[in-house]
Nanobody
Framework: QVQLVESGGGLVQAGGSLRLSCAAS????????MGWYRQAPGKQRELVAA???????NYADSVKGRFTISRDNVKNTVYLQVNSLKPEDTAVYYC?????????WGQGTQVTVSS
């Protein structure tokens, strides 16, 4: 069974940093586009950052210049470096793997930013 397991979330003060990780198993990781989404209470899930199988990246405007997505196809892991965190970044962050019509989700990791 395919698994995406996120880690690295936590409680951090505004201005702080975290590194989120998502380890994938039982998929041919290198061919999947990987993404990080987040969902704050009462809000819809939104795309934060994505990286293609060719390592092309794109970011939500709200995180450009603060967040960096990367992938390691040897470790089957995608990372999200989150810097200069703001209280509005508080959310559950989900990892996503997509190839054609096949999509997998992780269980999420909580990021809480205190002011």
């Amino acid at each position: 069974q395919v698994q995406l397991v996120e880690s690295g979330g936590g409680l951090v003060q505004a201005g702080g940093s975290l590194r989120l990780s998502c380890a994938a198993s039982r998929i041919r990781f290198s061919i999947y586009a990987m993404g990080w989404y987040r969902q704050a209470p009462g809000k819809q899930r939104e795309l934060v950052a994505a990286i293609s199988s060719g390592h092309d990246t794109n970011y939500a405007d709200s995180v450009k210049g603060r967040f960096t997505i990367s992938r390691d196809n040897v470790k089957n892991t995608v990372y999200l470096q989150v810097n200069s965190l703001k209280p509005e970044d508080t959310a559950v962050y989900y990892c996503n793997a997509k190839f054609l019509t096949t999509v997998y989700w992780g269980q999420g990791t909580q990021v809480t930013v205190s002011s």
